[in-house]
């Protein structure tokens, strides 16, 4: 009954955020004569934050109307080409001069781990000017009904088969996350049966490949508890009236709270740190606070038979390195990968996939040339640096393109390229 009681607190708090959000307005109103004043923004600022750490946030858009191409500015149009219950492929049209090179097309796999994949809004922004984008965007489980049937990690493969289908041949994948261990298995799956669609390079972005190397506390958690805890603690059922009625998830609020819990002391000041930004009238550091937690507060549920399957298989068994994994009865074999080329990025703080776990997929790919291969890992940044913020932009971005560019099945004969093995460092 927990989800029931979550969704009930909800219905119970919506007339006091109602009322906080109508006290916010009236004492921020600058025909309010004590809005100008100390007390009239601490007020206003308490009932701000009230209202945002009680609301439900919804989904994101992600805000992308134009980008720079060349110096010049072209609009975006956002456009679903492929359509699944529980995926949309949102491709990024850039409405582009005539005789204007598109650049390599990027399917960029993001993550089903709790967060909408506006999560990447910075990764699409920085790659977007210099490639053809498109983006898996993943369904709230709980707004898909239960007539259409169950969706596990096995479905995720064959979605990122029909994806690459759908693109066609050339196509470059990047995984951030999450989807390395079934991006890289249905690659492998691909290049077994001779797939032409099979992309010309993947990119394996702080992935847990092989979470047995330096372990995070979100490995040990399920490296401590067997199947059956997960089953019987965060298995939840859908509570009328959602559309996903009676599915069985595993709620997005309780992933959020999860990580919320392991830098709790973080988000405490930054909220007590909005406060004050509010009472000294400090707009734009206010709206970057907005901005961060209307993305990391927006959550989706995950199908129960995905959550519990990605559980046993990537992080109780550690099923990919050890050549054990499965796909519809079949054994995944990553050796079979030998004209994909392969790039792996990790960042050397990253306290959600440790330092070396999307390495391994270097080491288990053992038949890509060595020229089709480049590992980097960018110094000082944590789990969300390796795919956005500054250092992104500026270091691993232009790698991810580059790399695209030299591996295009339409690309002339090139030397082949130093594999990069830490930041600034060519071996």
Known sequence: MFYQLYELNHAVMAPFRATADAMNLAWKNPLNPWSHTVVGRSLSASFEVFERVTRRYGKPDFGLPRTM??????????????????????????????????????????????HYATLLRGTVEALLPSADIYISDWIDARMVPVTEGDFDLDDYIDYVIEMLHHLGPDTHVVAVCQPSVP?????????????????????????PIDTRINPTAVNQLAQDKPLSWFRDNVIMQVP???????RQVYPG???????????????????????????????????????????????????????????????????????????????????????VALLTVEGENDDISGLGQT?????ICTNIPEHMRLHYMQPDVGHYGVFNGSRFRREIAPRIIQFAQT????????????????GGKSL
């Open 253 to 339: 609020f309780l992933q959020l709270s999860g990580f919320m819990s392991m830098n709790l002391d973080r988000h405490m000041i930054a909220h007590k740190d909005f406060y004050m930004h509010l009472v000294k009238n400090d707009g734009d550091s206010a709206e970057k606070h907005r901005d961060f937690y209307d993305e990391y507060l927006a959550v989706m549920d995950l199908t129960a038979e995905f959550y519990l399957q990605t559980v046993d298989t990537v992080f109780i068994k550690h099923s990919l390195p050890k050549g054990e994994m499965m796909h519809r009865g079949k054994r995944v074999d990553t050796t079979a990968i030998r004209n």
């Open 359 to 363: 390495k391994a997929a270097q080491t």
């Open 183 to 207: 991006v890289l298995a249905a690659v492998a799956v691909m290049e077994a049966d001779g797939d032409t669609c099979a992309p010309a390079s993947m990119t394996l972005m702080g992935g």
């Open 69 to 114: 191409v060349d110096g010049e500015s072209v609009t975006v149009e956002e456009e679903i080409v492929w359509r699944k219950p529980f995926c949309d492929l949102i491709h990024f049209k850039r409405h582009l001069p005539v005789g204007t090179d598109k650049g390599p097309r990027i399917l960029i796999v993001a993550p089903m781990s709790g």
């Open 407 to 422: 591996h295009g099945k339409k690309a002339k004969a090139t030397t082949p390229v130093k594999r990069v093995i830490k």
């Open 240 to 246: 009328w009236p959602q559309p996903g009625f009676m």
